[in-house]
Every structure is written in structure tokens, then in C-alpha cells.
């Protein structure tokens, strides 16, 4: 979501990330602070204001990696924005033009940082172990991700990727800067296209790979902590690869621990028995189901047979029995109404008064249209419904009106 960056007189910021990405306090000078476009205020005054420093050390979205947040003097910043060569802060208040403090949200920084290194790290292992490029890198507020081409990466791939890769954090292996142009890149070794001009900055981990990047980065991988693979699912032509690294990883594995082990406390088994005790418990509510659904369609043929003995049919030879139920399941007043419209010459008008349901059953004989009876009941009550000539299945919207429903649906059987 962007506040508004609009541009302004185009003057490079000076990025103090680039050189030092462990920098989180910093002074400034403001070059201009202006109302941000399109965001005022009720009161009229402008809610959010645009900030240009001459020096910064805030991380604008760009490359996958979201913005800082932090401070600059009393101003809270909301957004940073890369435009052109200017940094803009979008801060919720106007700043002076005068030398300022800014002071990072360092633990949102540092969790990027290891994001970020682990996602060049953990990309580097499925390249050179798998021959699978990235595609993109997508760093979120809970999970990131890397779409990789290529053939599927199977359970295989993705836990080697993400064993090779902790192999890589045990070597705490050095992560630096380096600067140069795309040729002298490319002769260090960088694999990516780069049609930028001029001089590049590039990550490199030592032994491992080497990137351009403008990114902010941890100084060695033992400082990514680890990294967790999570999923992968497919996107488009991509592989999309789930990963967590650091405190984030951290924190989820605890979490999913703790699913894991209150999982285990309601399966009364240990956490290793989880899978299977939740095997055998769809099985047994399958089989359960399936016993109570038979259990159910005898009742209601019971139930039928019983009603049918004590209702004798009209004098125009048709049987109509409407029975009004309260509390009880759709699944059985269903049953029960094609029990009834089994017998020749019945029609069975049924509804439940707790849930608004309504069932219109006959046996082919007895020469109605239950949908066309359900649709004038439902034009009067209101609902939703339908059917086929011999069995349809409906819900009023007020199910206090079903008793007069039923009635209104007598009427019409009678009248028609
Ligand atoms: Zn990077």
C-alpha cells in the first residue's frame, strides 16, 4: 500500500545502509517536508507529510524487503519510499528543516536482515545443488518466499536445500559488500543479467555466491540464527518455497510445538503418536457416520410405516401428512419425507421449527409439483429452495412462521 510518495526536487539521499547496514541512529539534515498528495485530514490539515533528508539510515520497500519504521525527531514514519534517487519518509507530522535524529525500529530491521540473508543463502543452495533458480523473493509479515523454475521440488530437494543451507549458518561464513561495475560482476562471478550502467552493489557470502543487491544484510550467516523450509506450492510455472529464518523461525517452531503437543493432550497420546491417532480417529468417525446414517434411515422408515398405518386418505383419495418437528436433523425430516412419499397416493409436508427447514415429498402418483408448492410457499415466507416435482427442500427466513407455511401449503394442495 503506498501513503502517496510524490516526487519532489530530484536530489540523491545518501544511503547510510549501503555502507552500514548495522547503523540504527543517525543525524540528518531535512531538505524539504512537504504535505503528502491525496491524504488530508478531516480538519483540513494534512495527516501525513513527506520527508526528504539529505542522509539516511531507513530501508525503503524495494527488492522484496519491506521499508524500516522508526523515528525522525518526534515524527513516528509510517512508509519509506525509493523514488528515483531520493529517499521519501512518510512521517505523521511535518518536521522543521533543520538537523534531525533518526532512529531506527531496530528489531523489525534486524528481523528483515535475516530474512533477507537467509533467503540469498537458502536460494544459492537450491541453484547450486539443484540447478533451480529464483525467480522472486517475497519477504512477508509472517512468512517469505522464493519462486523458483524448474522442475518440482520434491520433499527431497527442499530438505536438503534447507540442510545445506544450516551446513552454510555452522560455517558462519562472512557476508560483505562488494562494488563494481556489471563487467567486473560478472568476471567475479555474479550469475544474474544485469543491464544496469555504472557502479553495482553486490552481497557476497563467502564461498557461496555472489549477488547484486541493494538490500540490508546480516555480517555472517551464523547471524541468519537458521533457517526453516516450510512448504512449497505451485504458483503459475514456479515452485513457490515457504521459509522462515531467524527469530521468526524461532518463534515457529515453538508455536508449532506447542499445536503439536495441545494436539497430542486431546488425542491423549504422545506428540511422535500424533498422525497416527488422528488416523484411526477419522476412521472411526467415518465408520460412526456411516453406522449413524443407516441408523437413521431405518428410524425413518420405522416412523414412516407407523405414521402411514394411522392416516387414512382424503376423500379424493390422496393421503397428505404434515408434521411439524422442533430441534430435529434436516438429514432425517429428508429421509422421512421419502419414506412417506414411497406409499402411492401420499404426499408429505414436513418442517422443523427451530431451523426454518421444509420438506414437500409425494409419491409420483399422486400427480402435484412439490417444487412449484415449495415456490409459492417461499414467495409468501420468504426463503430459499428447490427441487424437482416429486421432492423438494426449502428453509423460511423466519422459521416462527413454518406452522402457517404448512398450512398456507395444505391450502394450495386442496385449492390446486
Ligand atoms: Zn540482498
Known sequence: MSLGCAPTGIMATRRLYYDDSFQREFTARVLSCEPATGAPSPEGKASTWQAILDQTAFYPTSGGQPHDLGRIGDAEVLEVCDHHDEIVHVVDRRLECVPVKGLIDWPRRFDHMQQHTGQHLLSAMFQQHFGLPTVSFHLGTDVCTIDLRGQEPSEQILENSERAAGQMIFEDRRVSVRYGTAEELSRLGVRKEVDREGVLRAIEIAGVELQPCGGTHVKSTGQIGMILVRRCTKIRQDWRVEFVCGGRAEQRARRDFRWLR????????????????????????????????????????AEAALVLQSTPSDSDGLRVIDRIFSGMQPEFLGLFASELAKRENTIALLGDTDCGHVFFAQHPSSGKDMNALLRRVLEKFGGKGGGTRDFARGKVVDPSHLETALVLAREKLSGA
Open 262 to 301: 495441545e494436539s497430542a493432550e486431546k488425542l491423549s497420546c504422545a506428540p511422535e503418536e500424533v498422525v497416527s491417532a488422528i488416523g484411526r480417529a477419522l476412521a472411526e468417525r467415518d465408520a460412526n457416520f456411516k453406522n449413524y446414517r443407516e441408523l437413521l434411515e431405518r428410524l425413518a422408515a
